[in-house]
């Protein structure tokens, strides 16, 4: 509707935030998060410096830590061949284990993985889930957007006693803005945990605060000047009128009336495959009772 070249808009399509959900270098979110830890006080570039300072340190000193064990585990792997890549994954499974599943265990010993996100599920309520599932999500946004940045096609405004007028849908025009990985906490994702969101830009666990506002508007003007978007267009005459706002502002004249009509909307059949809700439900969320 937007993309009507009567309208002839620049839309952008922005991604989803990460939620807070359980970081392996920090454990479940209740123990590390502390809602409306930071409150805006007029002077968020100072702050937002601070931040950044503080926030750079500690991921340079983990990053180093991390690289300290990966050259670890590299050279034992170098000496030891299978045998010292088999143990060091026996040491990660169990420490994983160990960390994550602590007192959610199934009596038969089966399906460890299971209880193990029962547990990060129960302990980090909700947000653990919806974390990945955004995360997932991701794709199908930018797909959808892309798929519509290069539709092209020709719609016909046809009115008995008037002759055919067509309009001309032209690609371009949509653009996507991932923000997801903007917000992650990217010391775990080095660690193959790109779903936690980086806690200090978040008043509670699925909201930003002043400074993740901050750095989302970075992000947005930056895309604006990409897209230069910024600049008026050149002044042009619209109905007599002289201006350097597109269309002066002001959809263009229908052919026919005052309304614009849009062509109708595909008609898209979705046939999911055969699930049990409830068991998805279980599965996603943990929450099985």
Known sequence: MLRNPLRNKKVLLMGNFPTLAKSPTLGDYPKYFAPFKYIPNGQIFDKA???????????NQETANTVIQS?????IDIFTGWLGTA???????????????????NLTGQDDWYWR??????KNPLT??????LMS????????????????????YSQSGFSD??????????????LYYYFIRHVDAGLGHPYVANHNLYSDPIHVNHIGYFLWSTILARRIVENGWQNLPPEANYGGELCRVWNCGRAQNPPYGQEIIDPDPPVVVVEPAPIDWVLLL????????
């Open 49 to 59: 410096k601070e931040f950044e300072e503080a926030k750079q340190n500690a991921e």
């Open 71 to 75: 050259i670890v585990a590299y050279v």
């Open 87 to 105: 143990l060091s994954l026996i040491l990660s499974a169990e420490d994983y284990i160990s960390r994550t599943a602590e007192d959610y265990s």
């Open 117 to 122: 996100w029962h547990g990060e599920n129960v």
């Open 128 to 133: 653990h889930a919806v974390s990945l599932g």
């Open 137 to 156: 999500h991701q794709h199908s946004l930018e797909v959808m957007a892309q798929e519509e940045n290069n539709y092209t096609g020709t719609y016909v």
């Open 165 to 178: 007028i067509t309009i001309q849908y032209q690609p371009g025009g949509v653009s996507f803005l991932p």
């Open 282 to 289: 279980c599965l996603f969320t943990g929450k099985c009772w």
